[in-house]
């Protein structure tokens, strides 16, 4: 913990080249004292949250606190107690990954700064920490220094062979630092290169890689978290012996996860800089003649002289120079920003062809500039630097001059990927102006305008006239923009353009039979497509018909949503005769789509053959008991199954007796929703008692040992199960629901004459050494007789 004062002692592990510590070798290490307080951190205090990192269970913790006097002591036991437990496998990498893990960062610099050729750090610097105000150059400088390196003009590029520049504001919750190489380093063009490839080239020369990472205040506020790829980076539990250089504006909590090795502040422009830029401004724009006198106003004004250290606002300034002299110098900072804001709006005037009116700005542009700031402040009350107008409360905003603005900033970002507009108040009259921009950004592969209930067809009229110009769009969102089959029909011929789609979400729109008829038309080309998402589409066993033919061709679909259609048993039949050819499938989503148990016959034919899928859903449908017992009999196929959703089935005990049978099988599950049926008591103390009991694989896996009675007198428990939802069953009784609990919480008991049999059996494992009873109960007189037939033991050291 920070702050505390600390005198802990830890263990010189005296680590050989190898990394490995064996239990013989730590027996004749000295033990000498290691200062561990770096940072004021303490590890004897905090050794249960490492003991928890090094995979310590709660009962271990609670014997080593039980046989230790003080915190030091634990500490030091516990240490003792891992290098025995895992041998070669106990190598100073994963204690430092597990001291980071429990926050102990200065613990682990120091053991880094201790055994440098252990963990990969020599004189260079791991990280470099630039950090600027904003507008202050960090992008530009962190960009120069990119070229540099490549052309080995630095030390850095001289000491590197791959320099990789990635924004952080363009990087995505879950994304992998392969995924970021591949997305923003890797030109479209390049063939033969995935992200495999790029892990194994990256993994290979992890000491040659230079990771150039611009901008941490932007990174999104999901993506910093522990556990994602940047803090996991900077806090080298990835890619240790590479280099990374990262840029912030001030106290945006780099910090929180390294300690960087070199810290440089970026000053911004000197006075000799701000006359060379001023120089060289005015020469390009060719009005050499008046930079002299901006400089010589800017030197005797303290108030603009402050201001152009940071080169944006030099460049604004020169901007203005250029425009009315007379600006530049007015008497307060308000007053100097007031005059740019007039210059600018002048400049968008000339641009748009409108009068500049002579009292302030233009009505629409001073409003939609007034709601900008707005959202900017909101932005900023909350701490975030990037604005997202996409998540804005932003009914108000003027979105046609808003995405004519847009449409022209597109201009300057030809390499835009991503255009997220998603919950906005768009309008088609809005969306015009900006699907004229889409031709400057080719590159787009990502359109998401989900809940834009303003567009409807018209909009979708709008939208096809730009796809031909996004000839690379992977992902189209247009979840709940009102459109109809009208809408569709329009869409569909310009959908031809993006052979490579991989996901199109058109849920809840009224597309119906007819739109989708037109859509099949263009399916068959989509032969990259993942993700298809059809939901409350209105869709009937009619579309259906339509629909099967052109799915067949989709062998890489990854996820199917159908659910909330009027699909019906003899739409479903049809569909599932194609399931076979959906190899790839992992997510099929089916709720509400008015099946019975004839329809769920039909889908387990073709469901059988689908080994890959994870998730399931058929909830709302009233299949019945019958309708699981079909599905009951193939699911044992299905073991990579992880989520599987019956709720609102119509299910009873008879369906779940054959369900329990076939679970066992199903060793990934992670959540099973059986809510709102008619389950009583004996289904669910069943179901949960066979979740609860060993898996079978676990048996084959884990077979009980000769020296360890572990897995002979200790329950095991169901690792995977996350979510089990089993509510509004009016079925289940308090009788039924206390019976649960018992098989989820109660240790089991072993009564005093299996207790006597086991201090009796005892002596007959003469070699034991370990002997786990973890979560079961036992009456006075039985535990008495373990503990004591334990003590005798001659070999048995830990009883637990
Ligand atoms: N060394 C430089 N020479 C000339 N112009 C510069 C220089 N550094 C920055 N600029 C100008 O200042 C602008 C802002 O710089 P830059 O985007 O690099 O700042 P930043 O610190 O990354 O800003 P932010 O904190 O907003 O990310 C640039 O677009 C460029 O016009």
Redesign the pocket.
Same mark, same amino acid.
């Given at each position: 913990m920070i702050g505390r004062a600390i005198d802990v002692t830890v263990v010189d592990f005296k680590l050989s080249k190898k990394f490995s510590m064996r239990p013989s070798r730590w027996n004749r290490l000295d033990r000498v004292p290691v200062p561990c307080h770096h940072g004021g951190e303490n590890v004897s205090s905090d050794w249960k949250d490492l003991a928890f990192h090094l995979d310590f269970r709660r009962s271990d913790t609670d014997n080593i606190a039980g046989r230790n006097r003080d915190d030091k002591s634990r500490c030091m036991d516990l240490l003792e107690e891992w290098l025995k437990r895992n041998g070669d496998r106990a190598t100073v990498e994963v204690l430092m990954e597990a001291l980071s893990e429990a926050e102990l960062q200065s613990t682990v610099d120091g053991l880094r700064d201790k055994y440098p050729e252990v963990t990969g750090k020599s004189e260079a610097p791991r990280c470099i920490l630039i950090e600027? /105000?904003? @507008?202050? @150059? =960090? &992008?530009? *400088?962190?960009? =120069?220094e990119a070229l540099d390196a490549v052309s080995q003009k630095t030390e850095l590029g001289r000491r590197h062979d791959i320099v990789l520049l990635i924004r952080l504001r363009e990087v995505w919750e879950g994304e992998t630092i392969e995924e970021m190489v591949w997305d923003q380093c890797v030109s479209q063009t390049t063939e033969g290169i995935d992200v495999q490839s790029i892990r194994a080239i990256l993994q290979r020369n992890e000491s040659r890689v230079l990771f150039l990472l611009?901008?941490y205040? /932007?990174l999104r506020p999901e993506a910093r978290e522990a556990g994602q790829a940047i803090p996991k980076l900077l806090s080298s539990k990835m890619y240790l012996k590479s280099t990374v250089v990262i &840029?912030s504006?001030p106290s945006a909590g780099v910090q929180q996860y390294t300690r960087p090795d070199c810290h440089v502040h %970026?000053m911004g *422009?000197s006075p000799e800089?701000v006359d060379k830029?001023v120089r060289q401004y005015f020469e390009i724009v060719g009005t050499a003649e008046i930079a002299k006198e901006l400089i010589t106003v800017v030197r005797k004004n303290p108030l603009v002289t402050d201001l152009l250290h940071?080169? %944006?606002f030099?460049?604004l300034v020169c901007v203005l120079w250029e425009d009315n002299p007379e600006m530049v110098s007015p008497g307060t900072m308000t007053d100097l920003y007031s005059n740019l804001l007039t210059c600018l709006g002048k400049k968008h005037c000339k641009r748009e062809g409108v009068e500049m009116p002579t009292d302030g700005l233009p009505a629409d542009l001073a409003d939609a500039l007034l709601q900008i700031g707005n959202l900017a402040l909101e932005a900023l009350l909350r701490g975030e630097?990037l604005l997202d107008v996409s998540q804005a409360e932003n009914e108000n905003l003027n979105w046609k001059l808003l995405t004519a603005r847009l449409a022209s900033v597109l201009k300057n970002v030809p390499g835009l990927k991503v255009l997220n507009l998603s919950y906005t108040a768009l309008t088609p009259a809005s969306l015009q102006s900006l699907v004229q921009g889409f031709r400057h950004i080719p590159q787009l592969e990502e359109l998401d305008l989900t809940w834009i209930d303003k567009l409807g067809d018209a909009g979708m009229e709008v939208l096809q006239t730009g796809l031909s110009s996004v000839p690379h769009l992977a992902v189209l969102r247009l979840r709940n923009v009102h459109m109809t089959s009208a809408g569709m029909s329009l869409l569909t011929p310009y959908l031809r353009h993006l052979a490579g789609l991989r996901e199109l979400d058109l849920n809840l729109n009224e597309i119906g039979d007819t739109g989708l008829t037109s859509l099949t038309t263009v399916l068959p080309t989509f032969i990259a497509m993942q993700v298809l998402d059809l939901a409350a589409t209105r869709i009937t066993h009619t579309g259906m018909r339509t629909l099967v033919p052109a799915l067949r061709h989709l062998t890489r679909l990854v996820k199917l949503d159908i659910g909330y259609n009027n699909i019906g048993d003899s739409g479903l039949e049809c569909f599932s005769a194609i399931l076979p050819h959906l190899t790839a499938m992992e997510v099929l989503v089916l709720p509400d789509i008015r099946i019975s148990h004839k329809g769920m016959v039909a889908l387990v034919a073709g469901l059988c053959k689908l080994n890959g899928l994870i998730k399931l859903d058929i909830s709302n449908n009233d299949i019945k008991d019958p309708g699981l017992e079909c599905l009951a009999a193939i699911l044992p196929h299905l073991t990579a199954m992880k989520v599987l959703i019956l709720n609102s089935t119509g299910i009873s005990d008879r369906g779940i007796s054959a369900l329990v049978k076939t679970l066992p099988h199903l060793v990934e599950l992670q959540e099973l929703n059986v809510s709102w049926n008619n389950i009583g008591d004996s289904g669910i103390v069943s179901l949960v008692q066979t979740l609860c009991q060993p898996r079978k694989l676990d048996l084959e896996q884990n077979p009980p040992r000769e020296k360890s009675l572990t897995t002979a007198t200790a329950p095991r428990y169901n690792t995977t199960l996350q979510r089990l939802d089993f509510g509004w069953n009016r079925g289940i009784t308090g009788a039924g629901l206390g019976r649960v609990a018992q098989l989820i919480g109660t240790p089991t008991h072993l009564p005093d004459t299996a207790a006597m049999a086991l201090a009796e059996a005892l002596p007959r494992l003469p070699a034991l050494e370990e002997l786990e009873l973890e979560n079961i109960s036992m009456d006075l007189a039985g535990f008495q007789a373990v503990v004591q037939a334990a003590e005798e033991h001659p070999t048995l050291k830990r009883l637990w």
């Open positions: 600027g /105000e904003a @507008g202050g @150059g =960090k &992008t530009t *400088f962190l960009s =120069k611009d901008g205040d /932007e &840029t504006r %970026i *422009f800089h830029y940071t080169p %944006i030099l460049m630097t």
